[in-house]
């Protein structure tokens, strides 16, 4: 029989015949969950948690553990399908008030960039990749007129899935004139679940840094990333299709996380470069010298989508909210009532990119009361709402914003995308 790793649990599980891989605290043989094994009892008596017996907990410390049980009863969205004719008419009746002196009629700004020509005629490619490469050269072009596309900067793209946005700025910058060494040039992608088929790894001869972090953007702090504070490059931030809060959640992460306590820091996750070498002194998140940090922000471009799984917990525009005598319980009607604006008038075997994301309840469609039209002019005046906050959460951190259709709705119906710089341009 091997014996347990340092550090780890002494018990011995009989039905995997192997030692326990939980870590044991400071001075003890056995992690929490068996440290009922100890001679002296482990401190604390455990005992089975009255909300999933299939754990235990202290008992001394039931209480704060009841407050944040994973299996303890949570706060249920408001459901559209059991509020009155009266209640919604009131919904509605707010809706509209709080829109009064908004600009409703978003800009179409249909962009593209030279970078992405040749795949978009590329006849190998099919209707589905066709529609993400005109959305990726939507984007890119945005970049470019914002002044955001070029080197001497790090990129973090947001909800990275496979980095494809990631790819092609690295190749449209390859094209640029007097390309520098690839020390000018960063790119952090950030996703929370593990990838199949990422394209960043093809880029591993190409001497740029491509960096991979497998984290939640909520427990993403930016002062924490070797990569960033290495050289203190300036901070774009992009994402395609940040669904719900995580565009909130991305919004936080990259105007406000850098410098912010350690005492609040959560347990660190994975960081996976995409370039096996030999990891950078100190290792990974949380690692950085204090005092150390990320470089200005220049700006951002995301485009926008699944605003039915926003959080008000998370939202950055709560004071736009508050401001207009709106709170929680209407915000999160009004993120019900967006999916209005992409399943109102769709038939149901033409879902599009509701199968790329987890659609909200057809239920909610409150049949008989609004037309299909209605509801989808509502639903996009939700959608509004909820991202006229997100710009003035960035005006009130010293940014220009700007909510613009970027794509065409024949190509998705999310097509809205968020861009930002500074109301004072950084020197560079």
Not at 22 to 48: F, L, N, Q
Not at 73 to 101: C, I, M
Not at 413 to 426: F, S
Request: aromatic letters at 4%; proline letters at 5%.
């Amino acid at each position: 029989m091997a014996a347990p790793e340092p550090g780890h649990c002494c018990f011995f599980v009989q039905k995997k015949k192997r030692f326990c891989k939980m870590v044991a605290g400071k001075g003890r043989k056995y992690c929490g969950e068996h440290a009922t094994m100890e001679e002296d009892g482990g401190g604390s008596r455990r005992i089975v948690c009255p909300l999933d017996p299939k754990h235990t907990v202290s008992e001394d410390k039931l209480q704060k553990h009841l407050k944040k049980c994973n299996s303890r009863e949570k706060a249920k969205p408001v459901s559209l399908s059991e509020l009155s004719r009266t209640e919604l008419e009131t919904l509605v009746d707010k809706l509209k008030t709080a829109f009064k002196g908004l600009q409703c009629d978003l800009e179409d700004s249909l962009q593209s960039h030279p970078a992405l020509h040749d795949e978009l005629h590329n006849p190998k490619n099919g209707d589905s990749a066709h529609k993400h490469l005109k959305q990726q050269s939507s984007i890119l072009g945005h970049l470019e007129e914002l002044g955001l596309l070029g080197r001497g900067r790090c990129f973090v793209e947001f909800g990275a899935g496979r980095g494809k946005l990631s790819h092609w700025i690295h190749e449209a910058l390859k094209t640029c004139e007097h390309p520098k060494t690839c020390e000018d040039l960063q790119l952090l992608l950030v996703e929370r679940c593990s990838t199949r088929f990422k394209v960043d790894g093809k880029h591993q001869d190409a001497g740029v840094q491509f960096e991979r972090l497998q984290v939640d953007i909520q427990h993403l702090d930016l002062s924490k990333v070797p990569l960033l504070c290495e050289k203190k490059l300036p901070l774009v931030g992009v994402g395609k299709h940040l669904c719900g809060a995580a565009t909130d959640l991305a919004l936080r992460c990259l105007l406000e996380t850098a410098g912010q306590s350690e005492e609040k820091e959560p347990p660190h996750k994975r960081l996976r470069p995409s370039e096996p070498s030999e990891p950078r002194s100190g290792g990974g998140l949380g690692s950085v010298p204090t005092g150390c940090g990320p470089g200005p922000v220049l700006g951002l471009t995301v485009a926008l989508c699944c605003h039915h799984r926003c959080e008000w917990r998370h939202y950055v525009g709560q004071q736009f909210f508050l401001q207009r005598g709106l709170g929680a319980r209407e915000f999160s009607a009004f993120c019900r009532m967006s999916s209005w604006a992409t399943c109102g008038l769709r038939p149901t075997n033409q879902r599009g990119d509701s199968e790329e994301h987890e659609p909200a309840e057809e239920t909610d469609a409150v049949n008989g009361f609004l037309s299909a039209s209605e509801r989808e002019q509502l639903g996009r005046l939700c959608k509004q709402l909820i991202d006229h906050g997100r710009c003035h959460f960035l005006q009130m951190k010293g940014f220009s914003s700007k909510l613009t259709r970027y794509i065409s709705s024949d190509v998705t119906l999310e097509n809205v995308l968020l861009t930002a710089v500074p109301l004072t341009p950084h020197s560079s």
